[in-house]
C-alpha cells in the first residue's frame, strides 16, 4: 500500500495534538517518513505546513517503518527536539501499538525476551533473533481473538526496548507473525524459502500493525501527555473480527 504525498491540508487535518514544544501527528501507513535514496513521496516533504507561525518546520523526534501507522512525535524546535530525544533513547516515552496477528498465543499476556540482531549486510536493517544481539524486550497483551474463519489476534503491544523491527520481529519469532508483514510474516517466509522474489498481490493485506498510544513526560511538574491515534481502515475488518468495538 503505497500512499501518495500527502497535501497541507491533509498532514494538518493528521495533527493529534499541538502545543509549543512538539506535535503528535497520526502517521498514514504505506509512506516512509524520510526521503529515500529514489526520491518519492515522505512524510518530512510536507512538514512545512506544520510550522504554525514558527520560523521552521518541525522535525523528526523518532520513526516510525513506512507500513506502519499511528502516533508519530515532532519536535518543534532544537531544543525540543533534543529534549525528546533523550526521553526516546532513555525509554522514558511510553508506546502502544496495535496489531493483529497470525495464530495467537496462548496465554494472555507475557513477555518477549529475544536479542535482536541485524540479518545479514545485504538486507539493512532487516533484523532477526541473535543470542549475541542486543537487548530486546517487548510486552504484550490480548485484547481480542477471532472466533470464526482464520484464526487471529488483536494483541497491545509495548516495546521496553526499541529495536528496529523490532515487534515485527518478535511476534514472528514466537510464531504469531502480523499480518500483512511482507518481510517476517508466514508468507515472506515461505517465499524466501523457495527463493522466490517478493511480488506483493492485491489480495494480501497491509502491515496490520499501528501506534495506537504514546505517553510523553514532557514536564517533570505535569502529567505525561497522552495522545492516541484512530485505527486506519486498513485494520477494521479484522479487528472487528476479533472483538474491536470501533472506539
Known sequence: MDTAQPTPEEIQARVLHRDGLMLVIDKPAGIPVHRGPKGGAN???????????????????????????????????????ASLGLLFKHGKISKTYWAVVEGGPAEDEGIIDVPLGRLNHERGWWQKPDPNGLPSVTKWKVLGRASEGVQLTW???EPVTGRTHQLRVHCAAMGWPITGDNIYGTQASLRRLRNEPYIPHFDEPSLHLHA?????????NKPPVVVTAPAPAHLHARLKACGWNGE
Not at 48 to 77: N, Y
Not at 212 to 220: D, L, V
Open 43 to 81: 512524510l518530512e516533504a510536507s512538514f512545512e505546513a506544520l510550522r504554525f507561525g514558527l520560523p521552521r518546520p518541525p522535525v523528526l523526534a523518532h520513526r516510525l517503518d513506512r507500513d506502519t501507522s499511528g502516533c508519530l512525535v515532532l519536535g518543534r524546535h532544537r531544543k525540543a527536539t
Open 155 to 157: 494483541l497491545a503491544l
Open 212 to 220: 495506537r498510544e504514546i505517553a510523553i513526560p514532557f514536564s517533570k
